[in-house]
T-cell receptor
Framework: KAGVTQTPRYLIKTRGQQVTLSCSPI?????VSWYQQTPGQGLQFLFE???????NKGNFPGRFSGRQFSNSRSEMNVSTLELGDSALYLC???????????FGPGTRLTVT | DQQVKQNSPSLSVQEGRISILNCDYT??????FLWYKKYPAEGPTFLIS?????DKNEDGRFTVFLNKSAKHLSLHIVPSQPGDSAVYFC???????????FGAGTTVTVRA
């Protein structure tokens, strides 16, 4: 079974731009979560989608948004990028909300 | 506010010796705890977990201990091997709120 895939793997954007990251979960998994990883902060939870509905949301500004499609693929969008948004963005999928999470390799976003 | 804390950002241990990683949490509602391991350029992978009804869980060289009264858990790796060099994240969640809260991570380096 293929693992969680994320595209693109690396991205460089400038302040003020917007970006869309994509995540394809493991086949059959209906839950997709997004995390931001920065040095010293660990993994900060952004949001989780299950069956196209946002089930949980972390403490991030409204510039961070996401959605999930009927095939469980998910996208995360960040508008009006700031330098502090530079981070590794990780996506994780699981079969159910109570199941174990499987992480993708992440998208490294650099904002200049 | 960081609800899961890993106060040691790094740990260096000699091959064959024990590695002890510590994790503290503040939310008394947390009842499920996990450890993840992360290599560079890869997403975190699940290592071991423990439910709050237990105080110890063992899986091969990895043992997790939970002290609920102290809101503290630890991961023991015995014996440590060079392939154990990675970043280890502690995570916690509570029943009915399946969002995972992660610590900042501890970088383990196993010296030959």
């Amino acid at each position: 079974k293929a693992g969680v895939t994320q595209t693109p793997r690396y991205l460089i954007k400038t302040r003020g731009q917007q970006v869309t990251l994509s995540c394809s979960p493991i086949s059959g998994h209906r839950s997709v979560s997004w995390y931001q990883q920065t040095p010293g902060q660990g993994l900060q939870f952004l949001f989780e989608y299950f069956s196209e509905t946002q089930r949980n949301k972390g403490n991030f500004p409204g510039r961070f948004s996401g959605r999930q499609f009927s095939n469980s693929r998910s996208e995360m969008n960040v508008s009006t990028l700031e330098l502090g948004d530079s981070a590794l963005y990780l996506c994780a999928s699981r079969l159910t909300l109570a199941g174990g999470q499987y992480f993708g390799p992440g998208t490294r976003l650099t904002v200049t | 506010d960081q609800q899961v804390k890993q106060n040691s950002p790094s740990l260096s241990v000699q091959e064959g010796r024990i590695s002890i990683l510590n994790c503290d949490y503040t939310n008394s509602m947390f009842d499920y705890f996990l450890w993840y391991k992360k290599y560079p350029a890869e997403g975190p992978t699940f290592l071991i977990s423990i439910s709050s009804i237990k105080d110890k869980n063992e899986d091969g060289r990895f043992t997790v201990f939970l002290n609920k009264s102290a809101k503290h858990l630890s991961l023991h790796i015995v014996p440590s091997q060079p392939g154990d060099s990675a970043v280890y994240f502690c995570a916690a969640s509570e029943t009915n709120d399946y969002k995972l809260s992660f610590g900042a991570g501890t970088t383990v380096t196993v010296r030959a």
